[in-house]
């Protein structure tokens, strides 16, 4: 630790008020609960910034067996990019900027900490954009949705980001600095949801798109059977949409008591469908939308200036937080063809324990939408709020039903990892973990096996326990 304080100066920091802060991410964990089973407070952050910088600090690490946890945007809520081992957290928000832009190759070259709008912001004005991004995009960093999932607004029409990645510059958990392609070994796609786990990616070369023009619809539908087959027909149609977003009535309804949505869409599930591209691609969509859902009563077309105004919110769906104090729920790796199904299964749940759920989503391939399945309640009430932790398995164990998985794994959802991969891909993993980090330094206690505490069969059981007082007592952590 006296090594790093010398060799970065302000730039590392031990002071316990200022590691508390990266003793959290965006989930409201109370520490009553994680401090008796994790080492959650690392022993000192270090912010470098370049991969030199990066190397030094793994060498260090790997000497000793230091833990070392990758931190970028911490937009994520699995405690992905929290220590559960103390150790050295390494906040990667210093290594940022656009290093290149290739126009004839149609890629551009970035450091791992920059965020995606930042980036958009940079290739806008050159008449360049991003082929896809996260909705959380103004927080969250290249480097963090490579190392998680990787789909968003914009994947449905250009895949996965590993599809659009064609090189990465990764530090091993030795110092080892590498490039790694699609053929070198090992091959990028390794650090692909890796979560951090087998070393720190410092540079990415990614693909782009040319700025084209834009055309946004938003329907409204009574019920979601009729919302599933207006979904089909845009995601069938021959020209694909960049972004589908749905949400059901029940966010409808809270965005609208919070002054967000039109009034109208309150008793209703909407579709935002946007697209891209050349006029004469954006007129024929106009005329396909017309000509699907124009003469349908029982379907709401709003004036573009609304949908277009969702659009704009897009990064903003979290407002609902604002109904809050906190909320908790789970985001399900659903089929696209089981969602009314799943919708319907929330329904009875939301009724059978007085929660209000609250849904909402994106399509983000033609057979997948990852969706976001929320309810408020309030950490500070803490006997409450664990019964409410209950709930977050109940809505899993629907979208489990219903062929849908958790869509990412951290900590939280270690106990899923059955579900979420097959044994044998598992198994691969732990392979590839143990190849490239035999010492476990690199974000130990996650992705790969369950803690303790939360092995599938004892977490099923506890929180079967914690359900059924909930449904008996009728306490929820909001009240
Ligand atoms: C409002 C909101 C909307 C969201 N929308 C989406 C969405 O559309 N799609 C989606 O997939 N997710 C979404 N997320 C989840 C999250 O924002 C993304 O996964 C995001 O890409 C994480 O980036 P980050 O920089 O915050 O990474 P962090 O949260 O800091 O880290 C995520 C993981 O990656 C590791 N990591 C981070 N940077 C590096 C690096 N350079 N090298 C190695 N490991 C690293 C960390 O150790 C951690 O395990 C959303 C979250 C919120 C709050």
Redesign the pocket.
């Known amino acids: 630790m006296e090594k790093l304080k010398q060799q970065f100066g302000v730039r590392a920091t031990d002071s316990l008020f200022e590691c508390g802060f990266y003793s959290r991410?965006?989930a409201p964990v109370p520490s009553l609960l994680v401090d008796p089973l994790f080492n959650t407070r690392p022993d000192i952050v270090v912010r470098p910034v370049d991969a030199v910088e990066t190397a030094g600090i793994l060498k260090t690490a790997f000497a000793d067996n230091i833990p070392i946890?990758?931190?970028?945007?911490?937009?994520?809520?699995y405690f992905?990019?929290v220590p559960v081992k103390g150790g050295i957290v390494i906040d990667?928000n210093l290594i940022a900027g656009i290093e290149d832009i290739d126009e004839a190759a149609m890629t551009v070259t970035v450091r791992?900490?920059t965020t995606w709008l930042e980036l958009e912001k940079y290739l806008n004005p050159l008449g360049f954009a991003l082929k896809s991004f996260?909705?959380?995009a103004p927080?969250?960093?290249i480097?963090?949705?490579f190392?998680?999932?990787?789909?968003?607004?914009g994947s449905i029409k250009y895949g996965s980001l590993l599809s659009q990645v064609q090189s990465i510059e990764v530090i091993l958990p030795t110092g080892e600095c590498r490039w790694l392609t699609n053929d070198t070994k090992p091959p990028l796609a390794w650090f692909a949801a890796s979560?951090?786990t087998l070393?720190?990616?410092?540079r990415l070369t990614l693909e782009i798109r040319r700025l084209s023009s834009m055309k946004h619809f938003l329907l409204a539908f009574t019920d979601v059977g009729e919302m599933r087959r207006a979904l089909e027909s845009i995601i069938n149609a021959p020209v694909v949409p960049y972004n589908l977003h749905f949400a059901d009535k029940r966010y409808a309804l809270a965005m609208q008591s919070l002054g967000f949505s039109p009034s109208d869409t309150a008793s209703s599930c909407t579709l935002g469908i946007d697209y891209e591209g050349s006029r004469a691609e954006l007129d024929i969509v106009q005329n396909m939308i017309i000509r699907l859902f124009g003469d349908d009563r029982t379907i709401r077309l709003f004036p573009e200036e609304e949908a277009r105004r969702e659009w704009t919110g897009k990064f903003n769906?979290?407002r609902l937080k604002r109904g809050g104090p906190s909320v908790l729920g789970g985001e399900i790796w659903l089929p696209v063809k089981t969602l009314p199904g799943y919708l319907a299964d929330i329904k009875k749940k939301a009724d059978c324990y007085g929660l209000d759920l609250i849904s909402y989503g994106?399509v983000v391939t033609r057979e997948r939408a990852?969706v976001m399945t929320l309810f408020y309640t309030n950490e500070t009430r803490i006997g409450s709020y664990i019964l409410d932790l209950a709930m977050v398995k109940k809505i899993h164990d629907v979208g489990y039903r219903h062929g849908g998985w958790p869509?990412?794994v951290?900590l939280w959802n270690t106990p899923y990892l059955g579900r979420i991969f097959t044994l044998p891909y598992l198994n691969e993993l732990r392979l590839r973990k143990q190849m490239l980090d035999g010492r476990g330094i690199m974000?130990p206690g996650?992705l790969y096996r369950a803690p303790f505490f939360l092995n599938p069969v004892s977490f099923a059981v506890g929180m079967g326990t914690l359900a059924a007082v909930r449904r008996i007592t009728g306490r929820s952590g909001r009240r």
């Open positions: 991410d965006m946890t990758p931190r970028a945007g911490a937009s994520t809520v992905n990019s990667l791992a900490g996260p909705s959380s927080a969250a960093s480097g963090g949705w190392s998680m999932m990787g789909y968003g607004i979560e951090g070393g720190i990616i410092t769906a979290l994106h990852a869509y990412g951290g974000n996650k």
